[in-house]
């Protein structure tokens, strides 16, 4: 068990290394550079562009700048190129505002995903399941910009709410209750579009997993046995079939920092996926590694979690 | 998969083999038998069917949209004739003869600019099914070599001298390229020399046995080089590299292609983890049949099913992150048409003009339908569990 933990450790301590040089190369080795972002600038002559250049380390071999940039990282001092804020520091301040819609639309899908993938698993090839599959490929298939769309036009047409930003602009009722009202408003529609694609894909996985369990032998003899049917699928089979779906706990973390950019592009709203997008456009190298180096972080304590869990879990596998 | 090892072990795993001894051919390939279990399945084969008619339209539609005169123009701009809704007439009064739609109607409205919806995804259309076929190719590709690299070569080991040479080889052509003639020339040689070393007999590297260390596997490293992949939130690193090259439709459809071949590499690994370990490998090696053609001729064919539909679904979420990567400005540069910017264009209009936000839209979700649903019809169809169960 200790030795597994180490070895994974310092497997993932590695993986992460790479990882690091190669989001840097990619950043850095791609045509262009952030001092040429606006040639047009008359503001931006020679000597303003050396200096440029040299308060961020441009002027340095890739090497020097990888070893300054992870250095400045890990102290906490890496700021970002274009308002001089801690990165850290922006990254955990969108991060909280992205936190409420990945935590509604989680719920969300858990919630609605097991329901359906249990019925459908139980009533195998009857018009529900049909019709629950049909609705998740098209619930995969369907571009995320354009569900947001539609389901704008439906809420702002149907309800009357402005949807568009965290809160209404100008908004002064009295009390708390509508202002809470407002802001879970604007919350839905971002939470459930992020929420569309996972009950697709857990439902069918719930639905699989069920399939798999209802046809073991255990679960044949509790029939022969003569118990009800409640109590054969939610007691017998269900129990078992839920074994994977512990370990998932761990690979939902990476979504801790991911933020949509396209939904919170649609939406205005000032989350993670926006900052990157921002950072994007702007060429904001340490706020781009920064995101990409955390998440990438997230990603690995995710497997390592996941993996810990199969193991607590299901003492048939032994690592 | 008409190679005639997929069509014999069927009928020796299934004990099909009648008294007599003599093993008799099944009366029906695999292809066959698959075939037949597909055509069971209504969604997947109306999936194959709007995947053909794509097709032929995305087909047509670069044929009927490109060239100097085209026959449907998708850049002409009529300013007068702005936001017209689907099927409106155009009005013969206000345009040039030139400037009329061929049709004289517009079949799918006009955009802010007058500009004809139907051409324009017609010209798009041409876009979607590229970027779709083009990305999953080199995908495929590139998982289809180091998946069975690792497979195949999985056990060999990796050595320090190994490292150096690539080092050393690296470096060379650095310095010859950037105008240290002599540096890399002499660096060159020395790698060279060194890859002769290391082919030569273990005795004749004896002297230098730091070389010979053994370090990690192949099989580690492509493994290691798919976990390192998989750290990066795909679509967010597809939009950093896009972002950061100038805007073509090659650069996407190989950035796609480029950060999209792990599930592939890891299939076919997968898949010729077993296969190696079948008699009829073992029986082309007892042959002397060369390595490559073990690989290509022998175990490829019958390690691609699991590849096709993981194709068939990457196709589908190729054309998905073209469409998100148009949509968000980064895609063809704008006087080509695609289904994503169409959509782009028209949102500002969305509740004045809906037809720009639902006709590609549609069109998006119908194809990518299309192609998960043939996607996982082909999975049932080719997956031996579900044969043998009916």
Redesign the interface.
Same mark, same amino acid.
């Given at each position: 068990m200790l030795a597994f933990l180490g070895r994974s450790a310092i497997q993932k301590l590695i993986t992460l290394f790479f990882v690091s040089v190669v989001s840097f190369l990619v950043i850095h080795l791609a045509p262009g550079e952030p001092s040429q972002i606006n040639p047009l600038n008359p503001k931006f002559t020679q000597e303003v562009l050396d200096r440029y250049r040299k308060e961020f380390h441009l002027d340095q071999p890739l090497q020097i700048q990888y070893l300054y940039f992870y250095r400045d990282l890990f102290s906490g001092k890496s700021v970002s190129w274009v308002d001089n804020r801690p990165v850290l520091e922006k990254i955990l301040e969108r991060t909280l505002n992205s936190l409420p819609l990945f935590i509604l639309g989680t719920l969300i899908t858990w919630t609605l995903s097991f329901p359906i993938g249990i019925r459908a698993a139980i009533q195998r090839g009857g018009l529900y399941d049909r019709t629950t599959t049909f609705f998740a490929y098209l619930l995969i298939s369907i571009p995320g910009f354009f569900f947001a769309y539609i389901l704008i036009i439906l809420v702002v047409r149907e309800f009357h709410v402005s949807v568009i930003g965290m809160d209404t602009f100008g908004l002064s009722a009295e009390g708390w209750a509508p202002p809470l009202m407002d802001r879970l408003w604007h919350m839905l529609l971002p939470s459930v579009l992020g929420a569309a694609g996972g009950i697709a894909v857990l439902s069918r996985y719930v639905r699989n997993q069920m399939l798999e369990v209802e046809n073991q032998d255990y679960v044949r003899t509790a029939k022969a046995k003569g118990l009800s049917a409640d109590k054969v699928h939610y007691k017998h089979a269900l129990r078992n079939a839920l074994l994977p779906f512990v370990t998932m706990f761990g690979l939902i973390l990476p979504g801790l920092i991911g933020g949509s950019v396209i939904i919170e592009s649609i939406f205005s709203w000032p989350g993670m996926g926006r900052l990157a997008y921002e950072a994007i456009l702007a060429r904001d190298y340490p706020v781009i590694l920064a995101d990409n180096f955390i998440s990438a972080i997230l990603v690995l304590v995710g497997t390592f979690i996941s993996d810990l869990l199969y193991m607590v879990v299901d003492p048939r596998i032994r690592l | 998969m008409t190679d005639p090892e997929i069509n014999r072990t069927p009928a020796l795993a299934d004990g099909t083999a009648p008294e007599g001894g003599m093993i008799e051919a099944p009366k029906r390939t695999i292809l066959q038998e698959s075939w037949a279990l597909f055509r069971k399945n209504r969604?997947a084969m109306a999936g194959m069917v709007i995947f053909i008619v794509f097709f032929i339209i995305a087909v047509i539609g670069v044929l009927l949209t490109t060239g100097r005169s085209p026959y449907f123009d998708a850049a002409q701009v009529r300013l007068q004739e702005k936001l017209l809704p689907p099927l409106a007439k155009a009005s013969l009064k206000n345009l040039h003869s030139d400037e009329v739609p061929r049709l004289g109607v517009y079949l799918l409205g006009t955009d802010e600019l007058g500009r004809d919806v139907f051409s324009r995804m017609l010209q798009g259309s041409w876009v979607s099914l590229t970027v779709g076929f083009v990305a999953v190719g080199i995908a495929i590709l590139i998982g289809v070599f180091l998946g069975g690299m690792a497979g195949f070569y999985g056990n060999y080991r990796i050595r320090t001298g190994h490292l150096l040479m690539l080092a050393l080889l690296g470096g060379g052509i650095y310095a010859l390229g950037s105008g240290k003639i002599v540096v890399g020339a002499a660096l060159t040689v020395l790698g060279t020399a060194l890859v002769g070393l290391l082919t030569m007999n273990r005795r004749v590297s004896i002297g230098l046995p730091f070389l010979l260390h053994n370090l990690f596997s192949v099989d580690v490293l492509i493994v290691?080089l798919v976990?390192?992949m998989?750290? !990066?939130?795909s679509?967010?690193?597809i939009?950093?590299?896009v972002?950061?090259?100038?805007p073509s439709i090659y650069n996407i459809m190989a950035i796609i292609g480029l950060t999209s071949w792990m599930g592939a590499t890891r299939f076919v690994r997968a898949e010729f983890l077993s296969l190696r370990e079948r008699d009829f490998v073992t029986a082309a090696r007892a042959l002397g049949i060369s390595d490559w053609r073990i690989i290509f001729r022998h175990m490829v064919p019958n390690a691609m099913a699991p590849v096709f539909v993981s194709a068939t679904i990457g196709i589908?979420t190729a054309i998905?992150t073209e469409?998100?990567l148009s !949509?968000?400005g980064f895609g063809v540069p704008p006087p080509h048409a695609t289904w994503?910017n169409i959509?782009?264009d028209g949102?500002d209009y969305?509740?004045d003009a809906?037809w720009l936000?639902f006709v590609?839209?549609f069109a998006?979700?119908v194809v990518?339908?299309a192609f998960?649903?043939f996607g996982?019809g082909l999975r049932d169809a080719l997956n031996p569990r579900l044969r043998e169960r009916r």
């Open positions: - | 969604l290691g976990d390192i998989l750290c !990066f939130p679509f967010f690193l939009l950093t590299v972002a950061l090259l100038p589908a998905l469409a998100g !949509f968000l994503g959509l782009s949102k969305i509740f809906p936000t590609p839209g998006i979700l990518v339908l998960n649903l996982e």
